[in-house]
Each structure stands twice: as C-alpha cells, then as structure tokens.
C-alpha cells in the first residue's frame, strides 16, 4: 500500500506523551513569562533617546528616537512616553496572538505530535525570535533572564527548521533529511548561543549566511518532494494553506523591511518607525 494511502498515525502515548505535554508547558510558560516581565524594559528601551550618533543610533538602537526625533514627536502632539507606550502595546499585541493561536493547537490536538511541534514553533518563535527587541531589553536589564531568553530563542529556531521539514506528514521525507536536520538544528543553537563567535570573524560570518541560504533552500525542496511523492490529498490541502499564509506573511513584510532613511515615510522620525514596525507586525500575523 502507497504511503499515501495510508499515512502514519502521530498520535503520542504513554512516556512520550506525558514528556512532550511537560516539554511544551515548559517552553509556553517561559515564554509567557518573557512576554510580560519584558514590558518595564521594553517601555524604557522605546523612552530612552539616542544620544550617539546617528549612525550608531540607526544600526543598534532603530526603535529609539533621537533628539531631533523627541522633537519631531512634541510637534506631532506627542510624548516620548506616548510613543513608548504604542510600540510596547504592538510588540505584546503581535506576541500575544502567537502565544495564544499556539496554546489553542495544544489545546485542542496536545496527543499529535505533528500539531505538538506546530505549537511549540508558534509560542516560541513568534515571541521571541522573530523580533528580538522586547527579549534583548529584558537581559539588558535583568541579565538573569539571559538562559531563558536563548532557550526559548533556540526553541523557536529549532522548531521552525523542524517544522517545514517535517510538515504535513510528521516524517522526514526524503528520510535522509533528517541528518541535514541534525546539522541545521546544531548549526541554529551554536548561531544564538555564541553570536560573538560567527560576529567577530568575517569569514564566519559568510560561512553562516551561506549556511542559512541552504536551510532555506532545503526545507522549501523538502515541502516541494513532500507534496509530489508522499502526501495523501488531504496533507495536500495542508501544505497549500501553510504555502498561501507563510507566502502572504513573507510577501507583506517587504515593504516594512526597507531601510529606515526613508523620506516617502517621514524619513527616520519615530512615527514612521512606528508605522514600519506596525506594518511588519501586522503583514507577518498572516502566518
């Protein structure tokens, strides 16, 4: 009988069901943990204002306004404060429904390993790898935080990579993906736990880059043999509405992506980088 005809059952019992359940309740409770302990210091990452240079302002501080933009705020009728207090409530708003669509998988199919992974992916990498500045205030903060930020930081990475090459069918397909899936996997943890390592060497840096370039490119061919050789008509239709949102989310994120210089918005002003971020917020949901 084909493997189409008859695909393997996912469902996790006993020992395995029990660890993955404590797995998870694990990772989701930290992770909710970071998205509230980091409001006080997101709120005062947003308020403070860059005094460097603007080039440095630019590069490592892009959500915070400069002077000339504390003074492009007070013209427009706002605080810094007020600007603060926006950007923290889109960064929780886009967090939260994450968290909350993943909890709901876990909810509703915790016995399916395939929906078990999906929620994982969407607790621990919506909010905490796709967009680092709310976890990287708190451990400038509270530096204690910094073992839980990167663990559920690797989580998400890890996941995500699994995801895409195990999606629909809970299987490596073809099964020697699973080794590339080690080597990404090992590849992902070294990445953000030792980022000064790859950072502090240009070489390395290429090496990573190339390395990523070859993630993507094997977990889309993964998707595309899944769907040809191994997926009933069912996964099928699985595979296409994660293609259609993941493609509308990536495409919708383009225009926030722009470089920050840009006058067709206002330039650097921070209501236009409260716009941008809005923007891409809203556009990656769509996943």
């Known amino acids: 009988m084909s493997p189409r005809a008859s695909p393997p059952t996912t469902t996790l019992r006993g020992h395995w069901f029990l660890f993955a359940r404590m797995a998870w309740v694990t990772v989701a409770i930290t992770a909710l943990a970071i998205i509230v302990f980091s ?24 959500d915070q306004p400069t002077p000339e933009g504390a003074r492009a705020l007070r013209d427009a009728g706002l605080s810094v404060r007020t600007y603060a207090l926006l950007n923290v409530v889109v960064d929780k708003v886009y ?3 994450w968290f909350v669509v993943g909890a709901l998988i876990f909810w509703r199919r915790s016995d399916d390993r395939m929906a078990l992974l999906v929620s994982m ?17 708190l451990i ?21 990579v699994l995801f895409f090459l195990l999606f629909p069918s809970g299987r490596f397909a073809p099964p020697w993906m699973r080794w590339l899936a080690v080597a990404f996997c090992t590849f ?29 490119v094997s977990l889309v061919w993964s998707q595309i043999y899944s769907y040809r050789r191994d997926s009933s008509p069912a996964q ?19 225009p926030f992506q722009v470089p920050v210089d840009l006058s067709l918005v206002g330039g650097d002003t921070p209501l236009a980088l409260l716009l941008l971020r809005t923007g891409f917020a809203l556009s990656f949901l769509l996943v």
């Open 95 to 97: 967090q939260l429904v």
């Open 188 to 216: 992902q943890i070294s990445r953000n736990l030792f980022p000064e390592f790859y950072t502090r060497s240009p070489s390395l840096e290429m090496v990573s880059l190339l390395v990523f370039l070859g993630i993507v």
């Open 140 to 160: 400038s903060s509270q530096p204690a935080w910094w073992l839980p930020v990167r663990g559920v930081d690797v989580v998400g990475n890890v996941c995500v």
């Open 39 to 62: 409001v006080p210091s997101s709120f005062e990452h947003y308020s403070s204002v860059c005094t460097a240079a603007s080039e440095v302002c630019s590069e490592q501080a892009v």
């Open 236 to 254: 099928r239709r699985q595979t296409k509405w994660v293609v259609f949102g993941t493609t509308l989310a990536v495409a919708g994120t383009f």
């Open 121 to 137: 992916f969407l607790v621990s990498f919506g909010p905490v790898t796709v967009d680092t500045t709310d976890a990287e205030a």
